[in-house]
């Protein structure tokens, strides 16, 4: 390196290597930190927060993970399942049909749902069991 970039320690490397790789561990404790002060700046308590959060994620739309961690979050927070799966309710006026739609499956999985395993009105499985 030359004597004008900025030099790194172990410590951050292994940090910048880690978040590279996808490591789970190492990701969920930046953004709980994060988290965390933002939850303490908002004057809201943890389990507004998480839910307010969900809402804006349906609003601006978000990857699978995004789901998972907002969804994780809420229920960590005391948040109930009616709680969570009301939030795309509660704003499906204001976002719109198409992304009230595209929240609704991350959304099932991050609660441990697997949609096209659910029984229909009759109580007969609906779901694919091409893999059985």
């Known amino acids: 390196m030359s004597s004008d970039q900025p030099q790194t320690t172990e410590q951050q490397r292994t ?3 880690d978040i590279s ?3 789970e561990a190492a990701i969920d404790s930046l ?3 994060r988290i965390e002060e933002a939850v303490d700046a908002s004057d809201l308590d943890a389990r507004t927060f998480a839910l307010a959060n969900l809402a804006a994620l349906i ?3 978000g990857d699978d993970s ?3 961690l907002h969804v994780t979050q809420a229920l960590d927070a005391g948040a109930s399942v009616d709680e969570v799966t009301g939030i795309l ?3 499906g006026p204001n976002v719109g049909v198409f992304k009230m739609v595209a929240a609704a499956d991350p959304i099932a999985i991050a609660l441990g749902v697997n949609l096209a395993d ?3 009105d009759t109580g007969n499985d609906t779901g694919d069991r091409s893999s059985s």
């Open 21 to 23: 790789e996808n490591d």
């Open 15 to 17: 940090a910048l290597r």
């Open 89 to 91: 309710t509660a704003v």
């Open 59 to 61: 609003g601006s739309g």
């Open 118 to 120: 659910t029984d229909d």
């Open 66 to 68: 995004s789901y998972l």
């Open 31 to 33: 953004v709980a930190i």
